[in-house]
């Protein structure tokens, strides 16, 4: 006899064994590109990244900001004359390498400030090397391997009910995982962005380096400069690690463990990638 409910029930079946596959398929699409291209994007120094805004931020550094430097420099200049004559009680008891020594100091803060893009540079193309010699350390595929075949065998065997449930689970995860592809996306593209803004006003701490008292600033924002340019290494770390943790979710025996886990996974990652900034900053002492 033409069994109709059985066959609607079937075909019902394989429309959410379909979903299913399917969720499982594109599940880390978005994620996977763009965790693959992450050692691409974070390996890239601001001037090769992106060289129209990297010249928009040189130009108005070089007409905006440098002739403040300049002024903050000068004014620098003046106050550490000023202390040196008076530490001399005023230059009663002065002796001409003092001077001598000030023009030195006056050369290198002169010369510091002129070529503050090529130190700059010089910092990002050091972590830049790091990161290139360490992008070996992601050796094949993001992918989630699970073995679609067994998979649907699996599936097969289960019930309508089971099924949805399992669809909805998927479809859930799935939104969830591209928006945290999404995160990963901005936290890249915020880093570098934040990089910009920082090279961008790299001549007045810069100029503030030759004094002791004044010096604080220039230490500090190289210390966070260093942070910046290493913190892709860290997260090449970060990368490395998710790496080898997704890849260990190969059996399709547990779907709905499996399918949490490398949620889970994907969570943690774009947790430690947050983290990179703070701890990068910490490394280096940087406030």
């Not at 892709?232 to 770390?237: D, Y």
């Amino acid at each position: 006899m033409f069994d109709l409910g059985g066959l609607i029930t079937d075909w019902f079946n394989d429309l959410l064994i379909n979903g299913i596959i399917a969720n499982f398929t594109n599940m880390f699409d978005e994620v996977n590109y763009r965790v693959g291209t992450i050692a691409d994007q974070v390996g890239q120094t601001p001037q090769g990244w992106n060289p129209n805004i990297f010249n928009l931020v040189q130009n108005l550094s070089e007409t905006v900001v440098i002739p403040i430097a300049g002024m903050i420099l000068t004014f620098i200049l003046c106050y550490e004359l000023i202390n040196m004559v008076i530490e001399r009680n005023n230059m009663s008891d002065f002796q001409t390498f003092e001077i001598y020594k000030w023009v030195f100091k006056a050369f290198v803060a002169v010369y510091i400030l002129t070529n503050t893009f090529a130190i700059v540079m010089a910092v990002f193309e050091m972590a830049q090397h790091v990161v290139n010699s360490s992008a070996g350390v992601i050796s094949g595929s993001l992918d989630l391997d699970i073995a679609l075949y067994d998979l649907v065998e699996l599936l097969e065997e289960m019930g309508t009910g089971e099924l949805i449930g399992l669809l909805i689970e998927t479809t859930i995860l799935r939104l969830a995982i591209q928006v945290m592809g999404v995160v990963v996306f901005i936290i890249i593209f915020g880093r570098m962005i934040e990089i910009y803004l920082v090279v961008s006003i790299a001549p007045i701490p810069f100029a503030t380096m030759i004094n002791r008292e004044w010096g604080t600033i220039g230490n500090n924002y190289l210390k966070s400069l260093f942070a910046l340019a290493f913190q892709a290494f860290l997260i090449m770390i970060c990368i490395a690690i998710y790496a080898a943790l997704i890849t260990t979710i190969t059996a399709p025996e547990n779907i709905r463990a499996s399918a949490w886990m490398s949620a889970g996974y994907t969570l943690l990652l774009c947790f430690t990638l947050f983290k990179t900034g703070s701890l990068a900053k910490s490394i280096f002492g940087a406030s």
